[in-house]
């Protein structure tokens, strides 16, 4: 198994610009979590689906964030538009069930706005 | 509010030493408690899952303790080599609705020197 893929693995873009973020899932898992990390806050939830159905998005800082799941092996995180404060990494992650066997994280996108 | 604080921020030890990363947490009512290992640029990996059930796991040269009425876990690793270096993370759920994900703590950076 390949893992979580997430793509790009670096971005950067100019402040108001859109920006999305993707991520393919382990086949079979039925959880997916988008978080950011960053030196100030760590490593925050930013919204989970289940069964492709967005289950809980508190963690979401602002309505320019929005993200989708449209079937099961694939996500993305859309950023509009972005601000330099949205510099982070930005992880996806899945597991095959609710008492977090097998949680697996992608290598993350370095998300960079001038 | 679940807070997870990791004692110490960082240590440096030589190859072959055994050592203890410490994580404590505010609140004992926790679903499971997971340890988990970050390389630069990489993604988490998980270490180890301990349910609330548990009192510890191994794998390998990793044993991982959880003593819920104090609030705390242990993440003992023997006879450590240069490998080992990263910063590991540990991470509680509470209990009840899944909707509440991980509260992760800061991370203790370790470096084992050759």
């Known amino acids: 198994d390949a893992g979580v893929i997430q793509s790009p693995r670096h971005e950067v873009t100019e402040m108001g610009q859109e920006v999305t973020l993707r991520c393919k899932p382990i086949?079979?898992?039925?959880?997916l979590f988008w978080y950011r990390q960053t030196m100030m806050r760590g490593l925050e939830l930013l919204i989970y689906?289940?069964?492709?159905?967005?289950?809980?998005d508190s963690g979401m800082p602002e309505d320019r964030f929005s993200a989708k799941m449209p079937n099961a092996s694939f996500s993305t995180l859309k950023i509009q538009p972005s601000e330099p404060r949205d510099s982070a990494v930005y992880f996806c992650?899945?597991?095959?069930?609710?008492?977090?066997?097998?949680?697996?994280f992608g290598s993350g996108t370095r998300l960079t706005v001038v | 509010k679940q807070e997870v604080t990791q004692i110490p921020a960082a240590l440096s030890v030589p190859e072959g030493e055994n050592l203890v990363l410490n994580c404590s947490f505010t609140?004992?009512?926790?679903?499971?408690l997971q340890w988990f290992r970050q390389d630069p640029g990489k993604g988490l990996t998980s270490l180890l899952l301990?349910?609330?059930?548990?009192r510890e796991q191994t794998s390998g040269r990793l044993n991982a303790s959880l003593d819920k009425s104090s609030g705390r876990s242990t993440l003992y690793i023997a006879a450590s080599q240069p490998g080992d270096s990263a910063t590991y993370l540990c991470?509680?759920?509470?209990?009840?609705?899944?909707?509440?994900?991980?509260?992760f703590g800061p991370g203790t950076r370790l470096s084992v020197l050759p």
């Open positions: 992650a899945s597991s095959w069930d609710r008492e977090d066997y097998g949680y697996t």
């Open positions: 086949s079979g898992h039925d959880y």
């Open positions: 689906f289940n069964n492709n159905v967005p289950i809980d």
């Open positions: 609140d004992s009512a926790i679903y499971n």
């Open positions: 301990i349910q609330s059930s548990q």
């Open positions: 991470a509680v759920r509470p209990p009840g609705n899944y909707g509440q994900n991980f509260v």
